[in-house]
């Protein structure tokens, strides 16, 4: 067992995308899957997820050959998690056609033995209760970090609160975070988030860049400025996946090492952006990620 | 003369704004007015402007206690132009309720000979071909600066583009660089603005931060993150005025020079943020841009 690997529980689906540049169609997507692709270069990552009899092999295939952990995603009877978005020229908002839950609506992790010993644990946008489950089967955990979305803030308020006071790490888009909160002011709502738990919130604003707030301090990083933003599909969880996986090399979350998390993050989100999928990501090498590293400490030094 | 002196073009102006913090009813406003309130604190600055014969004694005191030269303020006969706005949560962008240039209709600037030796010169948001003829007045500009606004775009984009040949520093802000080169993508539109002749092209993001490019390099700066942004009025034109202000101590635009200036002109605009009118600004000290200066570091570093 590595004692540095981190299990990834959310969606893997299948993503048909158009944007102003071109459309896919049922393509690799979900969250744990930009996660794993961006967090594997920091540590080993186990997925658990669930997809149905239609998922094509050849991405299961995929994300193995990323070096993920894949013996965690079951294959359920019925059809694969399916979303449908549309972005226009504001790469930041998509617009959700539809959502077929499928498989996903049963989904109800149990975590092998092996899994629950992982020390490091990324818990994507699903229903807070199940965030929940998953955290209570863990035996070891030395940091966890979550995400959600407005539907879970809208209708399981409760259930997000009591996750919100079991996690070391929250991160939410600008959005989640005025409404989580009540604050329409980014400081405020990030300290009325902090006063019900986590150590970190992490304010992902798309193209406009990360706002980072612990109680001792706040980091402000720019988005890396991209002359093409192929497709924002990911760019949260890719993101996360950078962050999560630098801080397995600081799990006290010492401050130094969280702003280099975010710029790490902000690297992988970047790429990510670059393509459909994770077509980006797939071919990316370490060297690339400290290429942009550099570039990131260069656009903002002064 | 002083060797580093700044002429001030643009407006003096009647503002009455409501954010949902408060409201302001007539209270001094206008670009040359926020400009120069920042820029006070880097060199010596000349106004020129025009008021109406209603405009307060007590504001034509309050600009010339900040140490500004208001010899070229002229007073017409009629009333002083007037802006009406209201800010809702969105802070970014206002709601104009009403504009009444009212004298500000026939400003016609002629500089004094005095005027006409500054250095150094910022032509805030007037129609295109008035910063145009206030730039063939002038006889050793070592450094010139401009704004301008979506209505000169869509209606004087010819004079525009003469004026972008003949200027070194192109301010805007992003919807702006958009309209103005016809491209979404803010790298993109800023290559092309440069195409255009001037030597930076500074897209204004307000709370998200400023973007600065050059042929030569870019630079990402972050706004100022406040707990509370009481008035945004202004806060384009305090930009301006720390920028260009900052710039007279590097007026071949020297990269790391160019760096800070962003910074202190993003230090000028939080400032302004947290009040109505100049009122801040107006009680700002040096040590107080030194501290927020340091805080930038603070914020940014990693």
Known sequence: ??????????????????????????VL?????????????FAPVSVVAVVGQDFPKK?????????????GIETDKGKTFRW?????????NPRTLKTELNVFQSFKPKLSSENKKCPFVFLANIDPDLQRFVLRQMKRVRLSACDTMNYWIENKRPSLKRLLGSVKIFLCNDSEARELSGEYNLVRAAKGILRQGPELVVIKKGEHGVI????????????YLLEKVFDPT?????????FVGYLTRSPHLSEPAVRRAVIYGSVLASYNVESFSVNRLAKLKLSGI????GQFKNLTRF
Chains 1, 2 share one sequence.
């Open 1 to 26: 067992m590595n004692n540095n690997r981190i299990l990834a529980v959310g969606s893997v689906a299948l993503d048909s995308v158009k944007t102003p540049f071109g459309k896919a169609r049922e």
């Open 29 to 41: 997507g979900g969250s744990a899957t930009y996660f794993s692709a961006s967090a594997r270069f």
């Open 59 to 71: 991405y299961l295939n995929l994300i193995k050959g990323l070096g993920v952990d894949v013996r």
């Open 84 to 92: 449908e978005g549309l972005y226009e020229y504001d790469l930041n």
């Open 212 to 223: 980072c707030f612990s109680k001792d301090f706040l980091f402000l990083a720019p988005a």
């Open 234 to 242: 990911g760019a949260g969880d890719s993101f996360a996946g950078g």
């Open 290 to 293: 400290e290429t942009r590293y």
